[in-house]
């Protein structure tokens, strides 16, 4: 079954506040992803982190991949209303084992921005 | 340079038919997956290859087959449909070492 968490469930914020959400494991992953889905879309990659303890950015976007290699963080600066949508971690490569070209998700964050 | 192409985009079957969810990449990537998405559970892998004449079983293939012919193409078979098959199904792609997934836009499957 799944073996990422993510959380928070679900955010509720005003538009310019910041967010921040995180995911953990039980298993080491050689590499985290973060996602975002649009309604009626397929996700789309935000940021993919590669070395643990890495840090990246994409514009607004921040994302960490934790030391342990078993959790990571997305962080949003100044949310505007189009960060509408569900964000989701991703986990590949699971150290031991033979999956590599497999993702396993986290069971997502819906982040809605009020006006 | 079209992606990930998924068709068809929405598809409402009866009880044990079956059905092909179609799949193209014209990226030439080796590795291509299929999820399916159900409220709450996030994304959940079905079946994956790692490249042409490669699959293998991933957390949910139970009621699926895929095969892949070729690089390009990846469908996956229904071959009774079943309700709890009721979902939407994303096929995805990447380049052997790369990170990050490329997403079609799915199928949103109703089986009744």
């Known amino acids: 079954g799944q073996q990422l968490n993510q959380s928070p469930q679900s955010m509720f914020i005003q538009e310019g506040e910041d967010v921040s959400m995180n995911c953990t494991s039980s298993?080491?992953?050689?590499?985290w992803l973060w996602y975002k889905q649009d309604p009626g879309e397929g996700p789309v990659l935000l940021i993919a982190?590669?070395?643990?303890?890495e840090l990246t950015s994409n514009g607004r976007l921040t994302a960490q991949f934790g030391i342990t290699r078993k959790d990571s963080f997305l962080n949003i600066s100044a949310s505007i209303p189009s960060d509408v949508g569900i964000y989701f971690c991703?986990?590949?490569?699971?150290?031991?084992?033979?999956?590599?070209?497999?993702?396993?998700f986290g069971q997502g964050t819906i982040l809605t921005v009020h006006p | 340079n079209a992606g990930v192409t998924q068709t068809p985009k929405f598809q409402v079957l009866k009880t044990g038919q079956s059905m092909t969810l179609q799949c193209a990449q014209d990226?030439?990537?080796?590795?291509m997956s299929w999820y399916r998405q159900d409220p709450g559970m996030g994304l959940r892998l079905i079946h994956y290859?790692?490249?042409?004449?490669?699959?293998d079983q991933g957390e949910v293939p139970n009621g699926y087959n895929v095969s892949r012919s070729t690089t390009e193409d990846f469908p996956l078979r229904l071959l009774s449909a079943a309700p709890s098959q009721t979902s939407v199904y994303f096929c995805?792609?990447?380049?052997?070492?790369?990170?990050?997934?490329?997403f079609g836009s799915g199928t949103r499957l109703t089986v009744v």
């Open positions: 290859s790692v490249g042409a004449g490669i699959t």
């Open positions: 982190l590669y070395k643990a303890g």
């Open positions: 298993s080491i992953f050689n590499t």
């Open positions: 995805a792609s990447t380049r052997q070492g790369a990170g990050g997934y490329t």
């Open positions: 990226m030439n990537h080796e590795y």
């Open positions: 991703a986990g590949s490569g699971r150290a031991g084992g033979t999956s590599y070209g497999k993702l396993t």
